[in-house]
């Protein structure tokens, strides 16, 4: 009894540890996009990136307070010769006025530095590290988008190899059930063996398109997990509802985020320009500084404070940074160029995605007309066919069109939206898009 128990415990656990190792998880696509906009490894790249930036810009900022140091240093000396008006000259170490011998020394000095001009540079570099700041943020934007995209696109194939393997598991059924009957018509001397073949390949060929669509299933499943930082042991469910809803596109230019980052890194080369032009001035501090020291059984000073002004120039700049100059203001023309490249590129992404968009809602119609063709065509030629005025061949070609036309048909649905976003993402708008 004890063993039967026992044995009743055990099939209860591993049949709850396959429910776990099972688990579904139902998303819609602005769940889908969220997540991986939020919590995908190249989402939090990203952010880290403009952390980083965010605190160079901070790093640049403090270059315009004061710079202070403290210093202190104690030497031991040997028996110097000391030769002074102060206290006469020593050649044993000692002097007419000192009660022992001079043989340390202690210092300390407290200097500081304030900036008050220097060619401009601390601002043009503060400017600088703003403006690539605002560009990482862009170039964030944009990655996030390139995520959304690309969840969207893993999400809308799992729709679309679902749709398929559901339009195949009925055929298969069909194709089933016609082999048994088949079957029994060649048992009773009505159908040739070879119509009975061509059946049951026909089977076959179905079964092999639901193993190959499971397959893709499986590898589409497991690609969207891993983006979304979802287990590797659940199963993420499609949500139809909102398949074939959405909004039309808004007119106007696109406002590429991309686009705007290069912008920013082209104003960053500018101010590089004026960073090295600041080369050519000369570097403007206040300075100030206390220093105290005292040379034992000799000297002592203390309260000595001083102020004033200082001044540096680098001679050698006026030949030296002329190549400076030139190398910033090729880098400021390269991402000049850079820039009118992406506009011209996000044109015809724009161009073509708009064409493509266009495309797949005249083969939707196309395609839809084409379902409703192939299913009145099936039902004649199976008319025919029980009828005894048409052959197999032509039953068995009626309905592989059929289940193609409703394949095209539930895919191009689908197409849509995908062509859909894929404008959106070309005009800089794909996250806003989905989460409408």
Request: aromatic letters at 8%.
């Amino acid at each position: 009894m004890k063993s039967k128990f026992s044995l009743i415990l055990v099939l209860f656990q591993l049949v709850s540890f396959t429910g776990q190792a099972q688990e579904t998880q139902k998303l819609t696509l602005k769940q889908t996009v969220e997540m991986a906009t939020t919590q995908s490894k190249q989402a939090v790249l990203a952010e880290a990136k403009v952390t980083t930036s965010d605190y160079e810009v901070k790093k640049a900022k403090n270059n315009r307070y004061p710079s202070a140091t403290l210093s202190g240093q104690y030497f031991r000396l040997t028996e110097p010769n000391i030769s002074s008006p102060l206290f006469g000259d020593s050649s044993s170490g000692s002097s007419g006025g000192s009660t022992g011998k001079i043989n340390q020394l202690l210092l300390g000095m407290a200097n500081v530095s304030i900036p008050v001009f220097n060619g401009f540079k601390i601002s043009q570099n503060i400017k600088a590290s703003e403006n690539l700041h605002e560009s990482e943020s862009l170039e964030a934007e944009y990655t996030k988008e390139q995520v959304a995209l690309y969840a969207t696109n893993l999400y809308l194939a799992i729709y679309k190899t679902q749709q398929m393997l559901d339009l195949l598991q009925d055929n298969l059924k069909s194709a089933h059930q016609r082999v048994v009957d088949f079957q029994a018509m060649e048992d009773n001397g009505l159908l040739a063996h070879n119509d009975m073949l061509k059946a049951q390949l026909q089977e076959s060929n179905v079964q092999l398109m639901i193993d190959q669509n499971q397959k893709n299933l499986d590898v589409l499943n497991f690609k969207l997990k891993n983006l979304l930082g979802i287990a590797e042991n659940s199963t993420i469910e499609i949500d139809p509802n909102g398949i074939d809803s959405f909004q039309a596109i808004a007119a106007g230019d696109a406002q590429r985020s991309d686009l705007q980052a290069a912008e920013y890194k082209q104003k960053a080369a500018e101010n590089g320009i004026k960073i090295a032009q600041g080369n050519y001035y000369p570097s403007i501090n206040l300075v100030g500084g206390y220093v105290a020291v005292d040379i034992k059984n000799a000297f002592t000073m203390t309260n000595a404070i001083n102020f004033g002004v200082g001044v540096s120039y680098d001679l050698s700049s006026i030949f030296k940074n002329n190549a400076e100059v030139k190398v910033a203001k090729s880098k400021s023309e390269e991402a000049k160029q850079s820039v009118a490249l992406l506009t011209d590129q996000i044109k015809e992404e724009v161009h073509e995605a708009q064409e493509n968009y266009t495309l797949a809602q005249k083969q939707y119609n196309v395609y839809n007309l084409a379902a409703e063709q192939a299913t009145e065509n099936y039902r004649i030629v199976k008319d025919k066919y029980d009828n005894g005025l048409s052959n197999t061949n032509d039953l068995l070609e009626a309905d592989v069109e059929q289940l193609q036309a409703n394949i095209n048909k539930a895919v191009s649905k689908a197409d849509i939206l995908q062509k859909y976003y894929e404008l959106a993402f070309a005009k800089g708008n794909l996250t806003q898009s989905v989460q409408q």
